[in-house]
C-alpha cells in the first residue's frame, strides 16, 4: 500500500488551517480578559480538534475515528454548560 502525502489531499490543507487557527485561539484561552471569553476559546479548540478528527479518519479511512469525535464533542457540549451554569452561579453572588 503506498501512502499518499497529507498535503496533496485537499482535506489535508484544511486540517493545517484548522491547526493554525487553534494555535491563534490558544491566545485567548491564555490571556483572555475573562473568564468567559477562556471557556468559548476552549470550546472552540475542542470542536476544531473533533473536525480535525474526523477529517483524518477520512483521509487514513479509519473510520472507529468518527466514534472518538463523537464523544469528544459530546463531553464538549456537556463541559460548556457546566461550566456556564458555575458561571452563573458565580454572577449571581457578586
Do not use: C, H
Request: hydrophobic share 55%.
Amino acid at each position: 500500500m503506498v501512502e499518499e502525502n497529507i498535503l496533496v489531499n485537499p482535506f489535508g490543507w484544511g486540517v493545517i488551517v484548522l491547526i493554525s487557527t487553534s494555535v491563534m485561539l490558544m491566545y485567548r484561552v491564555l490571556f483572555g480578559p475573562t473568564l468567559p471569553d477562556r471557556v468559548v476559546g476552549l470550546n472552540t479548540i475542542t470542536t476544531k480538534v473533533v473536525v480535525i478528527i474526523a477529517i483524518l479518519s477520512v483521509i487514513n479511512k479509519q473510520y472507529f475515528l468518527v466514534d472518538l469525535a463523537v464523544v469528544l464533542l459530546m463531553v464538549n457540549a456537556v463541559g460548556g454548560l457546566i461550566l456556564a451554569k458555575y458561571l452563573e452561579r458565580r454572577g449571581r453572588r457578586d
